[in-house]
């Protein structure tokens, strides 16, 4: 949960980088987060439109901002630029490509957009 919280409260950094931990387990915690608020919207009876449920919308539109700020941390991560985002707009392959630059290791070390955060992290354990 503290990866959740710490994407969160680093909601408008689209600069830097992310771990794939960080990442990964902020969808994780999303992916639950939906599928709970969606059941309650339809015990709720709460609908915005056809099968569009209140809860889960309003956490979509709350959400949005800070799942592109660790998007873009992310493909930095992997040494690339949000640019490469675009290839969202490709149905299917592009979609395929983002998901294997998210599944991909970090570049190790430091690159352009900044330090190594698994080697920052591996340092304030031992510490």
């Known amino acids: ?3 959740y919280f710490k994407v969160l409260r680093n909601y408008i950094g689209f600069s830097g980088r992310a771990r794939r931990k960080e990442f990964w387990m902020f969808i994780l915690v999303n992916l639950v987060l939906t599928v709970v608020l969606t059941i309650l919207d339809k015990m709720l009876g709460l609908r915005i439109a056809k099968e569009e449920g209140l809860l889960a919308t309003i956490y979509g539109l709350l ?10 941390r992310r493909l930095h991560d992997t040494d690339r630029s949000a640019w490469w985002l675009l290839l969202i707009f ?11 630059f998210n599944c991909q290791n970090g570049t190790p070390g430091e690159n352009k957009y900044g330090s190594d955060p698994k080697a920052m992290d591996a340092r304030l354990v031992s510490e």
């Open 90 to 100: 490709i149905p299917i392959v592009g979609w395929l490509i983002i998901l294997a």
């Open 63 to 72: 959400i949005f901002l800070p799942y592109w700020a660790v998007q873009f």
């Open 1 to 3: 949960m503290d990866w």
